[in-house]
T-cell receptor
Framework: DTAVSQTPKYLVTQMGNDKSIKCEQN?????MYWYKQDSKKFLKIMFSYNNKELIINETVPNRFSPKSPDKAHLNLHINSLELGDSAVYFC??????????????FGPGTRLTVL | DQQVKQNSPSLSVQEGRISILNCDYT??????FLWYKKYPAEGPTFLISISSIKDKNEDGRFTVFLNKSAKHLSLHIVPSQPGDSAVYFCAASRNTGKLIFGQGTTLQVKP
């Protein structure tokens, strides 16, 4: 039973293309997140949705657009891909983020390579 | 502006000995701290956490210590096992759902 799953695991594409990464959680959590781990291994939050509502939106280019069709799914669409978008993208989920006990559960990651 | 820092990129210890991983933070508003473990090609896995109202939390071989005055936390693993070899991230939050991660420390436990 995979708690947080992401597809695809690897994604290789050309500059300028548009691509999507999908995430699903079966933990019954209300909140989902997207993180980016860059080449220096820093894990930084990009977005968070709570019950399909955007609650965290870090300074991410407009080319990145998250979409949450329901609280179990959070997809990330990236337009006009650039070389600097190459990274590992992690999806995560948790219960109420306003709770102090905000343990987030991560998916396996999607390694995006832009050529 | 890195609010959570792990100044040791790597640590090597002998099996059976203690591993001590350190983490410093700058924001005194953080009220919850977590440690995650990450194996290659996998997502981070939650390990242990501590609220800012406590100074110690223990779970089996893992103990997290929090020194609020020094804005420092540490993770102790006793005894260390080869399967503990991984990257360890500390993270902090302040009731907003936003986790701020350190840059990670790679632990190698030698048999």
């Amino acid at each position: 039973d995979t708690a947080v799953s992401q597809t695809p695991k690897y994604l290789v594409t050309q500059m300028g293309n548009d691509k999507s990464i999908k995430c699903e959680q079966n933990l019954g959590h209300d909140t989902m997140y997207w993180y980016k781990q860059d080449s220096k291994k820093f894990l930084k939050i990009m977005f968070s949705y709570n019950n399909k509502e955007l609650i965290i939106n870090e300074t991410v280019p407009n080319r990145f657009s998250p979409k949450s069709p329901d609280k179990a799914h959070l997809n990330l669409h990236i337009n006009s891909l650039e070389l600097g978008d190459s990274a590992v993208y992690f999806c995560a989920s948790s219960q109420d983020p306003r709770s102090s006990y905000n343990e987030q559960f991560f998916g396996p990651g999607t390694r995006l390579t832009v050529l | 502006d890195q609010q959570v820092k792990q100044n040791s990129p790597s640590l090597s210890v002998q099996e059976g000995r203690i591993s001590i991983l350190n983490c410093d933070y700058t924001n005194s508003m953080f009220d919850y701290f977590l440690w995650y473990k990450k194996y290659p090609a996998e997502g981070p896995t939650f390990l242990i956490s501590i609220s800012s109202i406590k100074d110690k939390n223990e779970d089996g071989r893992f103990t997290v210590f929090l020194n609020k005055s020094a804005k420092h936390l540490s993770l102790h693993i006793v005894p260390s096992q080869p399967g503990d070899s991984a990257v360890y991230f500390c993270a902090a939050s302040r009731n907003t759902g936003k986790l701020i991660f350190g840059q990670g420390t790679t632990l190698q436990v030698k048999p």
